[in-house]
């Protein structure tokens, strides 16, 4: 081991690697609440009755969860332009791939979620007069929410890493920011230790505020 | 105790596919009356009880309610709404076998959410009825203690309070005490049994059978979807007149006729 570490080149272009963490915490940003949300419809819509809903619902996770987000991206980037006229910017790309992703995966989170409470929590809430929007805001949600938040940090957690798939279609974040000093500084091993651990310490504050979250749900146990 | 009836069954059919688990059921609950219902499992008690507050739509058949007719009839059809039914169960209070307790509220929490969400009560008036209904049940200063930390006896008396505390009209008990350890089975009869001598009317499914004889104003037998047998505690438990009503009691050993 007589390898020099030098971060020296790394902090003097720490300017652009700023660019790129502004980059990485928008698309995180916008990802991370349309996946979630999104996933909540489509998992809501995995659970209704009508056939017309639960069968796209349905097509739409399973393609989505066995595709990967990478080549989603590249083909939303690259394909999706040639099939309908609108301009697709490196961004939207991302957005697209990185969203519908987590859209799937948390969808079968909030399903689970609610089918994971004992159907005796539907009939007792029943057999006092609630209806279903009743039941679900103040008898099924509360609890069910206390169940999906350890899996839904998880698929925040994967949405804020997949961000960095954005590079591929030069969108500027943190990787794609990397890069560039690497190949001018040559200094790979230095730079990237750098962005492992700029997301660690993003990252790691945000898994102990659900934990916090968890523990004020589970007051209860 | 007057006559009106506050639960009336004519005619009641429920079938699950193929299946008929109740073959025509005519019943008549007076006010302040404790009726039993007694048979094997699968004999359709429970079915029975689970159609009078519509947990179950009858397949056939009418309900009425303080003798209103529930649903409104479209082509010979009863035609349902949700609406309705959800305000009949703010009447018909319901017990289950398994408590079903909302775990993320306190005993307290879980007797006012009725008051408050369904009959829109304010905190104030529903904390002091729900606390009124716990006494009632021995549990006041269980009030704010979470389900995990209860009994099973502790809970099915909650959910007793719980069901209480709508002010229903009728009560409906479905094997409260089956799923209870046998020490604690005895507090949750004692709360039915200070319930009948209230007079509230109550309608109990149970296979405690010295329960029945001592709180019960009329037993049935159920038997393959039918009444086969109803009357007096003291004739149907002593005397049954069916093979089936004397094979039931006679596997019930534990129980001892009083002399």
Known sequence: ?221 | MSAEAVVEVRGLVKRFGDLEVLKGIDLKVREGETVVLLGVSGSGKSTLLRCINFMETPTEGRVFESGKLVGTEKNGRMVYRERELCALRTRIGMVFQHFNLFPHMTALQNVMEGQTTVLRESREAAEKNAIEQLRRVGLEDKAFEYPARLSGGQKQRVAIARALSMNPRVMLFDEVTSALDPELVGEVLKAIRQLADEGMTMIIVTHELGFAYHVADRVLFLDGGEIIEQGPPAEILVKPETRRAKEFLEGHSLFKLPD
Do not use: H
């Open chain 1, 1 to 221: 081991m007589n390898y020099q570490w030098d971060f020296q080149t790394v902090w003097e272009n720490f300017d652009v690697l700023w660019i790129g963490l502004i980059g990485t915490l928008k698309i995180f940003s916008v990802t991370v609440v349309l996946g979630l949300f999104g996933g909540l419809i489509v998992g809501m819509g995995r659970y209704a009755r009508p056939i017309w809903i639960r069968g796209p619902a349905s097509i739409f996770v399973e393609f989505f969860r066995n595709t990967p987000v990478l080549v989603q991206i590249i083909w939303f980037y690259f394909a999706l332009p040639i099939l309908v006229p609108i301009n697709v910017s490196p961004f939207l790309a991302a957005v697209l791939g990185i969203s519908l992703n987590t859209a799937a995966f948390s969808a079968e989170i909030y399903r689970g979620g609610i089918q994971s409470i004992e159907p005796g929590q539907w009939e007792a809430a029943k057999a006092i007069g609630m209806n279903y929007a009743q039941t679900m805001r103040r008898i099924i949600l509360p609890q069910a929410i206390k169940r999906m938040l350890p899996p839904l940090t998880n698929r925040g957690i994967e949405a804020f890493k997949m961000s960095t798939l954005a590079s591929v279609v030069a969108y500027v974040e943190t990787l794609n920011q990397a890069k560039l000093i690497a190949s001018l500084n040559f200094n790979p091993i230095e730079t990237y230790s750098v962005v492992a651990f700029a997301f660690f310490v993003i990252l790691y504050p945000l898994v102990q505020a659900t934990y916090v979250l968890e523990r004020m749900f589970g007051k209860s146990d």
